[in-house]
């Protein structure tokens, strides 16, 4: 009988997922998955509809409208710091995680070994283990998720072919500083590594943080494979819509490979985020930094009121949390014990480790609206009378 590929008989669904299924089975709230639902942005919304009324709906050039990557490369100059050619050096692609993909594809081969920062967004890993490409871990300590140069040294091996930098990251939150970045920056030197940098939450900053994009540091731009998107920042997870930025030999492999799987990035919605890169101003920016900082500074507040303290996170929009206080022998029971005391998801912690660093953690996430999340930290509060009884 013909049987599952290697891969695939691997696979099992992501705790996200499952998290987010049981949640909707008692109509709960789900601060497990980042679906992020805070409102599109009015041109965004505006332009898509007009796009498609228009005509917009056909398959575009494969990596994407002039329009698109000329605004993509007008903000990488402006806020990244980083100067690309909008004809050689920018992907559009189906989402960041299909600029991720691709990139793997065209850069990587199997068996390469690939050094990720951990606690990790588990795209990151599966897709390489799609792949058949080894992650190598390195965990960061707890709880401000830091680590130092000689870390970093020793976890590279003779088979490192690529380092993957998420900042601001999921699901710690993050935020890489300039020193860090060089210590990055000097070891893909002296080991002639590729540095993957996941930035789609590079708005999402809070206390003062500053996001600073790998590619911009001295050197670094042309081993660097920036990869963003517009799934946050819009609120529009479910459009479908990243890109990649690199050196023109990159570009045009990765490019190649995404055409092979998606064909393009969704025509009309590329129409939609350029009018949003071109018509939101920076207001708007500082706007989405300060409404998220009033929801985490809210569902921290509360986690710490109810005894699930919280790594407080410097930026993205997730906050991991001590859940050693609830009952369960590992992650998984303790999340199905939250939800069935509280009616409120979240993401078991084992989803972003390698072992069993994770079995105390929890992961919440406050892309929600103000009134979602008002009423899931009230439903929290319930933790408190459980702790009463006992």
């Not at 960041?96 to 594809?105: E, K």
């Amino acid at each position: 009988m013909p049987s599952l590929s290697k891969a695939a008989a691997h696979i099992v669904q992501s705790d996200i997922r499952t998290m987010s299924v049981e949640c909707e089975k008692v109509q709960g709230i789900n601060l497990a998955q980042g679906i992020c639902d805070t409102e599109v942005p009015l041109p965004v919304r505006q332009h898509a509809i007009q796009a498609i009324e228009g005509g917009q709906n056909s398959y575009t050039r494969l990596d994407g409208i002039a329009t698109l990557r000329a605004a993509i490369a007008r903000k990488m100059r402006d806020y990244n710091s980083v100067i690309c050619d909008p004809e050689r050096e920018v992907v559009v692609t189906a989402g960041s995680t299909g600029a991720f993909y691709s990139a793997c594809q065209a850069l990587l081969d199997p068996g390469d070994e690939v050094l990720v920062f951990e606690p990790y967004y588990g795209y990151h890993v599966n897709t390489l283990a799609a792949l058949r490409i080894q992650p190598a871990y390195m965990t960061l300590r707890s709880p401000e998720w830091t680590f130092t140069a000689a870390d970093l040294e020793r976890a590279i091996t003779a088979r490192t072919r690529a380092i993957i930098v998420n900042s601001p990251a999921n699901p710690s939150g993050k935020v890489f500083g300039r020193e860090e970045l060089q210590w990055i920056d000097d070891a893909a030197t002296r080991h002639d590594l590729f540095v993957f940098t996941d930035e789609i939450y590079e708005y999402f900053l809070f206390d003062g943080s500053k996001h600073i994009s790998p590619a911009s540091l001295p050197g670094m731009a042309d081993r660097t494979i920036t990869i963003s998107g517009f799934s946050k920042t819009f609120s529009i997870t479910g459009w479908r819509l990243g890109y990649a930025v690199c050196a023109p030999r990159w570009a045009a492999a990765i490019g190649y490979f995404h055409d092979l799987a998606y064909i393009c990035a969704p025509s009309p919605f590329q129409h939609a985020v350029t009018a949003g890169l071109n018509e939101l101003k920076e207001d708007f920016y500082s706007e989405l930094a300060r409404e998220y900082a009033y929801k985490r500074d809210l569902l921290c507040s509360t986690l710490e009121e109810v005894g699930l303290t919280p790594s407080i996170p410097k930026g993205a929009y997730y906050v991991l949390a001590d859940s050693s206080r609830l009952p369960g022998r590992n992650g998984k029971e303790k999340a199905m014990s939250l939800l069935g005391t509280t009616g409120v998801a979240a993401v078991p912690g084992g989803a972003f480790f390698h072992d069993k660093s994770g079995d105390n953690l929890l992961r919440f996430c406050f892309a929600k609206t103000n009134a979602d999340l008002e009423a899931a930290c009230e439903r929290l509060q319930k933790l408190k009378a459980v702790a009463a009884v006992r």
